[in-house]
Structure formats: structure tokens, C-alpha cells
């Protein structure tokens, strides 16, 4: 199957049906055209999945559409931004038409869920890789940006965290419980929070998506803030499943471990109070901003919890 066979018959139908109004042309031209209306910003972000490095070989590839469009459009929900359209760059061993079936299918069910359309791509010959590029736009200067907690501001989660760090284990399991599946759920079909993102504009003082780990997130926004945190380990927010097959080990994976794209956030107490209920119902207070300097976690002395991972192995 030729290049343009492929993308004609696998990607093409993600731009049909999912077109935007702001989408003004798509797939099949030297670059698509993205209209952004006026008193919005653009904002946009690439990410990188290699096999291997994040996520397992042969992993299912309708899993693999899903989850490699909701990590990339997790970063938007952290900017409060509506998702517009976005691009895909696939290198690929060879041209399997069960795996590209099974890549669309999952790829297509995030674009509908998501409301972002295609928009283009590159498809080349090489080790599975797969690069996201993803457009959205914001009201006017009003994105959600790290640096701008303060000291008395309240640090905030949109869920249930460590889940998806636990279903590591459980990945090669044939017959999984049903808490082994609730929790391998979290890790296949990961939900961007985008319309808590939007609904924080102007009323969060700052924003992360959690991919790394909450402690490891939370510090990007300590450090672009200038400002330090306290944390408590016993309002960390841990599902009934993940505290059923972890134990004493849950509270770790819930501050260390990576892929569960709930959010972070950090916000002023009557900026919190005056949400709409339905928005501040689906957020949990787990700590404070302080002056001082560093991320501490009280009720955690006994733990010795695994750090964030990190690229570049830095522990800090
Ligand atoms: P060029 O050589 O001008 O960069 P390409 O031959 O790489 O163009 O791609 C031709 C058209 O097909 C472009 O509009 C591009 O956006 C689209 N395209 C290529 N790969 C994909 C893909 N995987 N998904 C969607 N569109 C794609
Ligand atoms: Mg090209």
C-alpha cells in the first residue's frame, strides 16, 4: 500500500467527519489552514510516543489511537483551551492494514470525544513512532499558565490519582479481576479534563496535566511560581480498585506515578468558592501555596515514595 493509499483510506475519514468551522482546509494540501477567530489565542504542543519508551511493544494499536491523541490533548485541557484540529507524523515499520484499522478506530473515537478534527500529517518508513501536534485556542491572554501561583492559594486534583501507574503490572495479565481492569482502563483510555480546564479560565491562578507524577508536576508550577507547597497525603484523592490491590503502596503511586492526565491546579479560596457547584464538586483540595521554598507532604513521614519519573533521571 502506497503512502497515499494509506492515509486516504485510514486518516482521511478523521478529517471529514470531525471538520470544524476553524479548520479551513485540511489533509491534502502543501499545509492546512487553521482561521483562529479574533480575541482568541492560538496555543499548540507536540508530543512524542516511541514504541518501547512510552508504550509497551505491541501494544494494542486501537488502545495506542486513544491514548496517544488524549495525552496530547491533556496538555490543552491544562491551558483551559478548546481543542481545534491537529496533526499526525507516524513513522511505521511497515504498512499493516490490521494494525492501521486498529490505530483509526481507536484515533477516530478520541477525535469524535475530543472535538478536535485532523488536520494533516507525515507518514514515513522507520521504528513506531507517532508525534501529535495539537491546536487550541483560548480567550485572549487568559490561558492557564504554570507560573502563576501565590502564597495562600489552595492546591487542587480533578481526580483519582495512581491508577494508571498501577495497571503497569497488570498489562500482560490475561484474565485481569475486575479491579485490575478498572485500573487498566485508566491506563488505555485516559480523559483529558477539558471542560474543567475551560471552566478554570480566569479563576485558577495555574495548571498542570499530571504525566509525570503528581510531586514531579506540581514542582514545574513551584518552580515557574517561585513559591513552594505543602501537601496532605490523607486528601490525595485514591480509587477504591487502586486501594484494593495496592495497600500501603497506593499513597505512593498516587504522588509519583505518571499517565493518569487528571489535573493540577492551584487557586485563590474564593476564587474556588465561587465556582459553579458542578465544577467545584469535581475538584479536591490536597494542600496549600506557601512562601517557603519546596514541596512538603505531611502525613507521608513513613513513606518512602518513589519520585516522579523523569526523562533525564534527575530526582528532586
Ligand atoms: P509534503 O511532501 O508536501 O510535505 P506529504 O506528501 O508529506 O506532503 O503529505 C501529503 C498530504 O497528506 C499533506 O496534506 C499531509 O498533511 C497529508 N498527510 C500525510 N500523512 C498523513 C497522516 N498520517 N495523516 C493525515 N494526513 C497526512
Ligand atoms: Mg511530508
Not at 478548546?82 to 473515537?109: H, I, K, M, N
Not at 457547584?277 to 517557603?292: D, E, M, W, Y
Request: hydrophobic fraction near 40%; include cysteine.
Amino acid at each position: 500500500m502506497g503512502e497515499f493509499e494509506l492515509i486516504r483510506q485510514y486518516f482521511q475519514p478523521l478529517a471529514d467527519k470531525a471538520r470544524q468551522g476553524q479548520l479551513i482546509l485540511g489533509p491534502g494540501d502543501d499545509c492546512a489552514i487553521q482561521r483562529v477567530p479574533a480575541g482568541r489565542d492560538l496555543v499548540f504542543s507536540v508530543d512524542t510516543l516511541v514504541e518501547g519508551v512510552h508504550f509497551p511493544p505491541n501494544y494494542s494499536p486501537e488502545y495506542l489511537g486513544w491514548r496517544s491523541l488524549a495525552v496530547a490533548v491533556s496538555d490543552l485541557a491544562a491551558m483551559g483551551a478548546d481543542p481545534v484540529c491537529f496533526t499526525l507524523a507516524l513513522s511505521l515499520p511497515s504498512a499493516e492494514p490490521e494494525w492501521l484499522a486498529g490505530y483509526s478506530r481507536g484515533l477516530a473515537q478520541a477525535s469524535d470525544a475530543f472535538g478536535i478534527a485532523l488536520a494533516g500529517g507525515d507518514t514515513t518508513r522507520g521504528p513506531l513512532t507517532i508525534t501529535l501536534q495539537v491546536h487550541g485556542t483560548v480567550p485572549q491572554g487568559l490561558a492557564l499558565q504554570r507560573s502563576g501561583a501565590r502564597a495562600g492559594d489552595l492546591v487542587c486534583v480533578t481526580g483519582p490519582l495512581g491508577d494508571a501507574g498501577a495497571a503497569l503490572d497488570y498489562l500482560g495479565c490475561a484474565m485481569p479481576t475486575d479491579e485490575q481492569q478498572a485500573v487498566l482502563y485508566r491506563y488505555h483510555y485516559p480523559e483529558p479534563r477539558l471542560q474543567l480546564g475551560s471552566a478554570l479560565i480566569g479563576k485558577a491562578s495555574a495548571a498542570i496535566d499530571i504525566s509525570d507524577g503528581l510531586l514531579a508536576d506540581l514542582q514545574h508550577i513551584l518552580d515557574a511560581s517561585g513559591v513552594g507547597a505543602e501537601l496532605d497525603a490523607d486528601k490525595i484523592p485514591l480509587s477504591d480498585a487502586l486501594v484494593a490491590l495496592k495497600g500501603d503502596e497506593a499513597l505512593s503511586l498516587a504522588l509519583s506515578a505518571g499517565d493518569d492526565y487528571q489535573l493540577c491546579l492551584t487557586i485563590a479560596d474564593d476564587k474556588l468558592a465561587g465556582l459553579d457547584s458542578s465544577v467545584r464538586h469535581q475538584l479536591t483540595v490536597i494542600g496549600h501555596i506557601q512562601t517557603k521554598l519546596g514541596l512538603r507532604v505531611a502525613n507521608a513521614e513513613t513513606l518512602g515514595f518513589r519520585q516522579g519519573f523523569d526523562h533525564f533521571g534527575r530526582s528532586d
